[in-house]
């Protein structure tokens, strides 16, 4: 048996996937399990992924004339049950909020106390409480679109959990806007999620596809919910955001009226989309390896890591100060508007303090040592290359190139994950073929084994229910387009017109 | 009686201070009451302010070391029953989740299922649970400091609300810190109060008061509440920070232990800090007059507004047309390291137009019409003067010197309020005079009548509780230094050592 290189991470992801996951997030210090059930704790080094996600995103949002603003946490029960279908969506799994203060127990603890009137639920969206300030704000066309946004933190009582991709809490945001016409909600929807995959592709480096929700995954309350589906590198299905056009079934369950041109009053058109914590969990399971996280340069916690190397006390000065020297001319470059962040680690902890810094991630390590002083040098490692593959390349031409260095990475990010999603994304017309390769058993075709199958689909429910049954494998969406894509249920044999995305998903 | 002009808000300050409050909220279109009990919608315009406020305090943060994190909303009645002091300080005003899903009831309509074994608290402040995180990342004397801060909403269930500045739920940051000394922890919570009130005098144009807590008014289960103290246009006090040592209090009863240096085992030193939604409360209340709000330029949600006027259809698009053109000027403008916000007008709504932004309180407005572009001018009015002046500047100067006027309305709200502060504070030693300051029937001396009185007291409770409970005038701070200010106790008459600012409260 050949000898197995020594990986930053155990298990690998071919040993264990579920566990390296779980591994990566702990050895990356992004995040980790909270005390309290299905919540989790985002450390700074994860917290700053999040940060930068919002700052990009609040600006395109932005872009397209959409404002913030802040609803509250909680919704009165009596205004989840106002949408029959959103009610049904969520009411299994909420945080349900009884009571307003503790007293003494008898027993001696504390126990809930000041019963509330009427139970409020912890927002699981917010559809209906924001679809009541509409109704307030609205009265006439003049009034419209509305364009709102709010970023916060939402709750669903998760069963099974998983950090960053399905938590009990998790922070998003959440866009809710309102129309004077069908057409200009629809469209909106669609914006918005051209908003998405175009942040998704260009600063998560996550080739995405766009499509719509079959009826059996729409959004609680939706006419038509729009997304963007990812493949993890299981060859899993991660949708990473969603766009929902509601039609007038929340303008009339909340009373969003208005008056048109005409002065007849008309319900309003709503959509809303969302993206969330999630994003941070798919941005991991895309670019990540065996020796840990890999992050896309654009939306990097830091971009580059300064490594001073003295092995006697008096280089230390000299080895210090010119490594401050490169520090301070990197933070005054400017990459994608914003100035380049770099870490300087002193510490003498030995070969651990590079491998920490390949586990989080880091874009580029910087090694200075006496010898890199000498001539003029900086020995410079890229994370999406090897760990061991470093070259020494002169100061100046490294502070030069080091925003176009990053740029490549970042395309070879991207590269990367798109030709791994197209290497595993196959059109199967053959149902035998179909079962074959979403089965555990079918070694037979080892690389092209169960990732995205683009298969015929005759629209019934029952067919989609079939496969959901057999194999745990779903519609991930149904493509754009109007044309007609001839061709056989992959489920029932019938005559389909539509081919659409399967895969097994998070 | 001589004829009252117009104003843009009614009642005004003197009519009813507390009504006049609710109206300019709702004119300046910043935010509303929600149907939740107590829970306040911040609209577009009132939140641009908070975006403003996290932006430019989250740099100074960070400037100081700090990272944001992001730690659970619930909290489990056992972390929060860990700490005695502080969970009787919340227990009385917490939300309590009691259930995690909803089912049909007996009667028809959804009820709360799914009891939790353990009722969560939704947080009214993270000590206890970020003491945790703490408890495990900290091990060596290596591992401190630990800075962190978070951005997030915190419920606490008050009985009286006011939108701002009182309310169930708000946003707000809080600031954790862990220190391996007590000198660490002490000049930590010394330094974000600074932070504080650097932020808030220089951004918010408030003037603060900055000292200590008595011991009657400390954060539960803090050793030490370092607080900043603005006073309003009605004389009262409005605390608009703060800034808590907590000794090893919660080190203790969260387990946070570090080796030292000498690898003996010891308790950290803990700090936390926070300022919130608040804020904007007080700097409406500090600026605003009887036209609407006047919003300091730095904080401003839109610096200014132009509004084309034409008569004539033939003159539009010669107005428009000059009016982009300023419009795209200013945008390239950099005020204080952001982009100009320019809003353009050009609804046909008569006067109504420039009255709504002298209620938003938008610190430049500026008309143009056909006479202003033959002439190369603008018609230029500031929020800080009298809603009827208004001069004609030459386009070219008004747009060179734009920032220039915006740093001078910034500072002319300042003095102003500095002003206003200072003549209604006063050093009083005679306990009839302080008695009468704080009495409404006093109307010797209205001018000054019920701002802050800076006056000796004993330093024993039983002389605050007693002020407290004659007057409702409380000890807002107890002002920094240790010289000894030698003097009779206002209440008790018995030696004093120490002046202390006394007020009337929010």
């Not at 683009?454 to 149904?478: F, H, N, P, Q, Y």
Request: aromatic share 10%; hydrophobic share 40%.
């Amino acid at each position: 048996m050949a000898k197995q290189r020594q990986t930053g991470v155990k298990p690998t992801r071919e040993e264990d996937y579920a566990e390296w996951y779980q591994q990566i997030i702990k050895v990356s210090d992004m995040a980790e399990r909270s005390p309290v059930r299905g919540c989790m704790v985002i450390k700074p080094w994860g917290f700053a992924l999040w940060e930068n996600i919002t700052r990009i995103l609040d600006g395109m949002f932005k872009d397209t004339g959409v404002k913030n603003a802040y609803f509250p946490l909680f919704i009165p029960l009596s205004f989840l049950e106002k949408e029959a279908e959103h009610v049904e969506g969520f009411a299994k799994e909420c945080a349900v909020v009884t009571h307003h203060r503790l007293e003494q127990g008898a027993e001696g603890g504390l126990v809930p106390a000041g019963k509330l009137n009427e139970p409020l639920v912890v927002r699981p969206t917010s559809e209906t409480i924001i679809g009541d300030s509409f109704s307030k704000w609205i009265s006439s066309y003049r009034d419209l679109p509305i364009l709102i946004n709010q970023w916060a933190n939402v709750v669903r009582w998760e069963m099974r959990t998983r950090v960053f991709l399905r938590t009990s809490e998790f922070l998003w945001q959440e866009g809710h806007t309102a129309h004077a016409t069908k057409k200009d909600a629809v469209d909106r929807t669609v914006q918005m999620l051209d908003v998405y995959a175009k942040f998704v592709e260009e600063n998560l480096a996550i080739p995405v596809y766009k499509g719509r929700k079959s009826a059996a995954e729409r959004f609680p309350g939706a006419l038509d919910t729009l997304c963007i589906e990812a493949m993890m590198q299981d060859k899993k299905a991660l949708q990473v955001g969603t766009s929902h056009f509601l039609g007038q079934n929340f303008a009339k369950s909340s009373g969003i009226k208005f008056q048109n041109e005409r002065e007849v009053e008309e319900f309003a058109w709503t959509t809303s989309w969302g993206v969330s914590t999630r994003l941070i969990g798919g941005l991991i399971m895309t670019h990540s390896d065996d020796d840990g996280v890999i992050l896309p340069p654009k939306i990097a916690s830091s971009h580059v890591v300064l490594l001073p190397i003295f092995r006697k006390g008096e280089d230390r000065d000299r080895v210090m100060a010119y490594t401050n020297e490169v520090a301070a001319a990197l933070r005054e470059k400017v990459y994608h508007g914003v100035k380049l962040v770099v870490e300087v680690d002193d510490r003498d902890i030995g070969g651990a303090r590079g491998w920490e810094w390949i586990k989080k991630g880091i874009p580029l390590r910087v090694e200075i040592g006496p010898r890199d002083i000498e001539s003029n040098s900086v020995f410079v490692a890229r994370r999406d290359q090897s760990v061991k593959e470093k070259a020494s390349i002169k100061k100046i031409k490294f502070i030069g190139e080091i925003t176009k260095v990053l740029d490549d990475i970042q395309d070879n990010l991207f590269a990367k994950a798109l030709d791994f999603r197209d290497k595993n994304t196959i059109e199967i017309d053959e149902t035998e073929e179909f079962y074959k390769f979403f089965t555990a058993e079918n070694q037979e075709k080892p690389e092209i084994h169960g990732g995205f199958s683009i298969s015929s689909w005759c629209g019934r429910d029952e067919c989609e229910a079939k496969i959901k049954d057999d194999l745990a494998v779903t519609i991930r969406c149904i493509p754009f387009g109007d044309e007609i894509q001839e061709g056989k249920c992959i489920c029932c044999g019938q005559e389909s017109r539509k081919k659409v995305v399967f895969a097994k998903s998070y």
